[in-house]
């Protein structure tokens, strides 16, 4: 069978899967809050779960929760082609943020059993635990254990803000399983996310076809100064750790603007002590996010930042440390991969262009272990990791037709 455009999904039942999944754990202004291993995140799992199974596929769940339903292929000794994302979301999170990616996989086997398609290759529907990493740090944590990038047994110890621990909540849920994590080999894996940012929706493009992903570093720099009175501290004599945040902000941008296209940095999170209006902020603790598609570029840009601290802390007589709390480096995609997906988009009519996610994804760390690509659809104003996300149904289907047509090629169609 030759591929075509006529391969394609049913749009309307993939819009209404993402519809139903999103009435659990719904947010408060129209998205979700289906955190990790919460009550919602495990309502989630089972309902996808009632879904795989009615469409014939059987469930293998690991000791890190990941979830896989395989469709059997006609060579029972063929390596399994592996799609799909993550069903977590953030506390503030949209409706398709991976969402899309898990139940786009699901549709797109769904449609295989329509048209009785059986291909060489089996195709497994993949649901990654704890991408987000907004409960348990660090996010992509359970893909991160599966490509042997974190220890089991330290991934398990990650502590919620109250305290509880991720091994504790995944046995809570009842989505322990007992299968080894790692111990799955693929031919491929691939995932269609949504692109958090602007570009195809500002290019009027259909498809990003992923080509990098960017590395990054988060640091966390703690500034400290001396508390005192706003109002009776004479200005030479003040050691003001805000001040020092504040040019270390500026300093952050002005590097990342001197690497551009691509290079990105800001400062996220934030801790002021002791946070009063008339006391000169003694103590500050703040993390640097800095991303860029070349090693080269990001090693020079953390140097830069680490340097112009230093400075900046100096002047200002105030201590500085700083520490490394999350890292990893570029990631180059598999080019038959990416070609599988831009021979899709090509196929099907959509335009698309090569683009480097921004964003972590399980992709990143699955890379590391199996040929890997993404596949990427528009967002609304380029928004995510917020409520008011939005996608089109058009934009979800197109987005779907490329996954569907890239696996099948990959996975190849018994005549």
Same mark, same amino acid.
């Given at each position: 069978m030759? !591929?075509? /455009?006529?391969?394609?999904?049913?749009?309307?039942?993939?819009?209404?899967?993402?519809?139903?999944?999103?009435?659990?754990?719904?947010?408060?202004?129209?998205?979700?809050?289906?955190?990790?291993? +919460?009550?919602?995140?495990?309502?989630?799992?089972?309902?996808?779960?009632?879904?795989?199974?009615?469409?014939?596929?059987?469930?293998?769940?690991?000791?890190?929760?990941?979830?896989?339903?395989r469709?059997?292929?006609?060579?029972?000794?063929?390596?399994?082609?592996?799609?799909? /994302?993550?069903?977590?979301?953030?506390?503030?999170?949209?409706?398709?943020?991976?969402?899309?990616?898990v139940?786009?996989a %699901?549709?797109?086997?769904?449609?295989?059993?329509?048209?009785?398609?059986? +291909?060489?290759?089996?195709?497994?529907?993949?649901? =990654?635990t704890?991408?987000?990493?907004?409960?348990?740090?660090?996010?992509?944590?359970? #893909?991160?254990?599966?490509?042997?990038?974190?220890?089991?047994?330290?991934?398990?110890?990650?502590?919620?803000?109250?305290?509880?621990?991720?091994?504790?909540?995944?046995?809570?849920?009842?989505?322990?399983?007992?299968?080894?994590?790692g111990?799955?080999?693929?031919?491929?894996?691939?995932?269609?996310?949504?692109?958090?940012?602007?570009?195809?929706?500002?290019?009027? %493009?259909?498809?990003?076809?992923? @080509?990098?992903?960017?590395?990054?570093?988060? %640091? &966390?720099?703690? !500034? @400290?100064?001396?508390?005192?009175?706003?109002?009776?501290?004479?200005?030479?004599k003040?050691?003001?750790?805000?001040?020092?945040?504040?040019?270390? @902000?500026?300093?952050?941008?002005?590097?990342?603007?001197?690497?551009?296209?691509n290079?990105?940095?800001?400062?996220?999170?934030?801790?002021?002590?002791?946070? #009063?209006?008339?006391?000169?902020?003694?103590k500050?603790?703040?993390?640097?996010?800095?991303? #860029?598609? #070349?090693?080269?570029?990001?090693? @020079?840009?953390r140097?830069?930042?680490?340097?112009?601290?230093d400075?900046?802390?100096?002047?200002?007589?105030?201590?500085?440390?700083?520490?490394e709390?999350g890292?990893?480096?570029?990631?180059?995609?598999?080019?038959?991969?990416?070609?599988?997906?831009?021979?899709?988009? &090509?196929? !099907?009519?959509?335009?698309?262009?090569?683009?480097?996610?921004?964003?972590?994804h399980?992709?990143? =760390?699955i890379?590391?272990?199996?040929?890997?690509a993404?596949?990427?659809?528009?967002?609304?104003?380029?928004?995510?990791?917020?409520?008011?996300?939005?996608?089109?149904?058009?934009?979800?289907?197109?987005?779907?037709?490329?996954?569907?047509?890239?696996?099948?090629?990959?996975?190849?169609?018994?005549e």
């Open positions: 030759a !591929l075509n /455009s006529n391969l394609q999904i049913d749009g309307d039942r993939l819009w209404d899967a993402l519809m139903e999944m999103a009435k659990i754990g719904p947010g408060v202004a129209g998205g979700n809050n289906r955190q990790t291993l +919460t009550d919602e995140d495990g309502e989630g799992r089972k309902l996808f779960q009632s879904w795989a199974e009615a469409a014939g596929m059987t469930m293998g769940v690991d000791t890190m929760g990941n979830m896989f339903f469709r059997e292929g006609a060579d029972l000794d063929a390596l399994p082609v592996y799609v799909g /994302s993550h069903l977590d979301t953030q506390p503030t999170g949209g409706k398709y943020d991976g969402v899309l990616g139940l786009g %699901l549709e797109l086997v769904r449609t295989l059993n329509d048209l009785n398609i059986k +291909t060489r290759h089996p195709i497994v529907v993949t649901n =990654w704890n991408e987000e990493g907004t409960r348990f740090a660090p996010a992509m944590l359970a #893909s991160g254990v599966f490509a042997g990038v974190h220890e089991e047994d330290w991934a398990k110890a990650r502590l919620d803000a109250k305290g509880k621990s991720f091994g504790e909540e995944l046995k809570r849920i009842g989505w322990e399983g007992e299968e080894p994590v111990a799955r080999k693929m031919k491929a894996f691939f995932e269609l996310h949504i692109e958090q940012g602007p570009i195809l929706e500002d290019e009027g %493009l259909d498809i990003g076809v992923v @080509t990098h992903g960017q590395g990054l570093y988060w %640091l &966390e720099v703690t !500034l @400290t100064g001396k508390e005192s009175h706003t109002g009776s501290t004479p200005m030479p003040r050691r003001n750790a805000g001040l020092g945040m504040a040019r270390v @902000t500026e300093l952050v941008h002005e590097v990342a603007m001197d690497y551009q296209p290079a990105v940095g800001a400062i996220g999170h934030v801790e002021v002590y002791p946070n #009063s209006r008339n006391i000169i902020p003694g500050c603790v703040f993390t640097v996010d800095i991303r #860029s598609p #070349s090693k080269e570029t990001l090693d @020079t840009m140097e830069r930042i680490e340097d112009g601290i400075t900046i802390a100096e002047a200002l007589d105030i201590d500085v440390s700083v520490d709390v890292h990893f480096d570029p990631v180059t995609f598999d080019e038959a991969c990416v070609k599988a997906v831009r021979n899709a988009a &090509e196929r !099907l009519g959509l335009s698309h262009t090569d683009i480097v996610s921004g964003a972590g399980d992709a990143c =760390w890379n590391r272990v199996a040929p890997t993404m596949v990427m659809c528009p967002c609304v104003d380029g928004l995510s990791h917020n409520e008011a996300e939005e996608i089109t149904k058009e934009w979800a289907a197109n987005g779907a037709n490329v996954l569907l047509q890239a696996v099948v090629e990959t996975a190849g169609v018994v």
